[in-house]
């Protein structure tokens, strides 16, 4: 069903890893988030990395391990992974992600992310005196992104989990080429 790997992207906050877990468990395939990668090979946070060194060497971290992952994955066992909100951010992820992946942008508006992370200290991006005009201003700037790099748009608004892994395995399925005909067969019509 999936051919080397289906990539989730969006917003942070957007359902990625969470929707990306039991995705992987129902394709029974394994889940890579590529946040997680990175923080394990800093020794710290995100959050930490950012404030300490910066946005720009943490895109470049980013980019090492998505050419990484998605290198690795397009050439053994199919996986999915959760991307960070920002890596369409740069063309070079965008490229390897849509050429190397089934690429699937949980698409969540500023409102509804809000209402889900409100609470939520971990994210740096997140942390301003306004986080919904935040959350306003990353969408209009990475929603083209995003729709550019992914194969299908999903939104999620309020459906459950179970709801969106099976809009996105629907999604796999229909994708899948149909087979070629047997031998001297005709191809259906």
């Avoid at 995705?23 to 020794?43: C, H, M, N, W």
């Avoid at 608004?157 to 080429?177: C, D, F, K, W, Y």
Wanted: aromatic share 4%.
């Amino acid at each position: 069903m999936v051919s080397c790997c289906c990539a989730l992207i969006g917003l942070p906050g957007s359902g990625k890893s969470t929707v990306g877990r039991q995705l992987a468990r129902r394709l029974k395939i394994g889940f890579v988030d590529s946040d997680q990668v990175i923080e394990r090979r800093l020794g710290c946070s995100i959050r930490e990395f950012f404030e300490h060194v910066g946005e720009e060497r943490f895109r470049d971290l980013e980019q090492q391990v998505l050419d990484e992952l998605t290198r690795t994955s397009a050439s053994s066992e199919p996986c999915v992974l959760s991307t960070g909100g920002g890596a369409v951010l740069r063309a070079a992820n965008r490229t390897v992600l849509h050429q190397r992946c089934t690429v699937v942008y949980l698409r969540s508006s500023p409102e509804e992310i809000f209402r889900r992370l409100r609470h939520d200290k971990s994210r740096p991006l997140l942390q301003v005196a306004d986080p919904l005009a935040r959350l306003r201003d990353l969408h209009a700037q990475r929603d083209p992104l995003y729709r550019e790099t992914a194969h299908f748009v999903i939104e999620t608004g309020r459906p459950s989990v179970a709801t969106l892994v099976n809009m996105i395995v629907m999604q796999l399925e229909l994708a899948v080429p149909p087979a070629a005909p047997a031998e001297g067969g005709a191809a259906p019509t």
